[in-house]
């Protein structure tokens, strides 16, 4: 089965920029996967942040950004707030199945 | 809005059938869409369980697909999960959501708040 990897754990400041990736073991991650992330905070449900590589939700903040970045999808957040600390979950589609990332905890300090 | 709530019991014993129950409001399950469970054991990352169809095709995650099954209902507007011969280690908080598969840009949303289902005697 496929494993899709993140950082453990990353540490930024807050106002500065963080780029956290989502790497597939079945090889490079194209736009065929869209990648969605989602964002979560202790004792909440995760909440839709970016879809299909680059998309955003209605509800998503301008500084949250999606791409796809040698060959792993990439979330950016630009202009940290405190607020943003939380751990975020990458989720690829591989046809009829769909793969979660084991999440990244992202501390703002 | 689009709305989903999970309900069920939330002690199994161990050998016994999980069953939950996901309830969707605002959106007809028959009009389309995918639906799907994703579970997450206490302090652990998020599992992607499966996926129906409105129409009742199915997909499930290969290491659970023994276990697993899922299925709809359009009358009740509800889709449901049942995992066959719990462990201890299926104790987890149980989200059901869309997934919007298929469509030009998919994605996973909206989400319901989860329910927690441990498994003990």
């Given amino acids: 089965q496929t494993v899709v990897t993140q950082e453990p754990s990353l540490t930024v400041s807050p106002g500065g920029t963080v780029t956290l990736t989502c790497a597939s073991s079945a090889g490079a991650v194209t736009s065929g996967n869209y990648p ?22 209605s509800w998503t903040p301008a500084r949250f950004s999606g791409s796809l970045l040698g060959g792993k999808a990439a979330l950016t957040l630009s202009g940290v707030q405190p607020e943003d600390e939380a751990e975020y979950y990458c989720l690829l589609f591989y046809g009829g199945a769909r793969v979660f990332g084991g999440g990244t905890k992202l501390t703002v300090l | ?30 009009s389309g ?38 299925s709809v209902d359009t009358s009740k507007n509800q889709f449901s999960l049942k995992l066959s011969s719990v462990t201890a280690a299926d104790t987890a908080v149980y989200y059901c959501a869309r997934d919007n598969y298929g469509l030009p840009a998919p994605s996973f949303d909206p989400w319901g708040q989860g329910t927690l289902v441990t498994v003990s005697s």
């Fill in chain 2, 33 to 70: 869409y995918y639906w799907g469970w994703i579970r997450q054991p206490p302090g652990k990352g998020l599992e992607w369980i499966g996926s129906i169809y409105h129409s009742g095709s199915t997909y499930y995650n290969p290491s659970l697909k023994s276990r697993v099954t899922i």
């Fill in chain 2, 1 to 30: 809005q689009v709305q989903l709530q999970e309900s069920g019991p939330g002690l199994v014993k161990p050998s016994e059938t999980l069953s939950l129950t996901c309830t969707v409001s605002g959106y007809s399950i028959s």
């Fill in chain 1, 36 to 57: 969605n992330w989602f964002q979560q905070k202790p004792g909440q449900a995760p909440r839709a942040l970016i879809y299909s590589t680059s998309n955003k939700h």
